[in-house]
């Protein structure tokens, strides 16, 4: 296959230029705490969730269903952003979703 030039990708090799302009859900995940049945059969409008993590701590940016980058929360214009402050390693990504980041990424009862 030749080189391609697929909506601003240039010259990538035969389909991969196609894959490029695929576009994946991005979530950012900032906490994660465990809740009884129970507890979670109370939660009405009004109802706090405390995560044990503060404001400052790193969040994780979430690919498709798997950790791709650490960052900071940020406020742009108004709107939440994340400023990356570390890539996350495919071999780090695949299990950062049943491993907490850090000490104090999870708080369990």
Request: charged share 15%; proline share 7%; glycine share 14%.
């Amino acid at each position: 296959m030749t080189p391609t030039s697929v909506a601003g990708n240039e010259c990538q090799p035969g389909t991969l230029g196609l894959l490029m302009d695929m576009e994946l859900p991005v979530s950012v995940r900032f906490g994660r705490t465990r809740m009884a049945l129970g507890e979670l059969k109370k939660l009405a409008p009004g109802s706090v969730i405390e995560f044990g993590t503060a404001p400052t701590n790193s969040v994780e940016v979430v690919v498709n269903g798997r950790a791709v980058a650490r960052g900071v929360a940020v406020v742009v214009d108004g709107n939440y952003g994340v400023r990356i402050t570390e890539i996350v390693s495919p071999r780090e990504g695949v299990g950062g979703l049943s491993s907490p980041i850090g000490a104090d990424w999870t708080q369990q009862p």
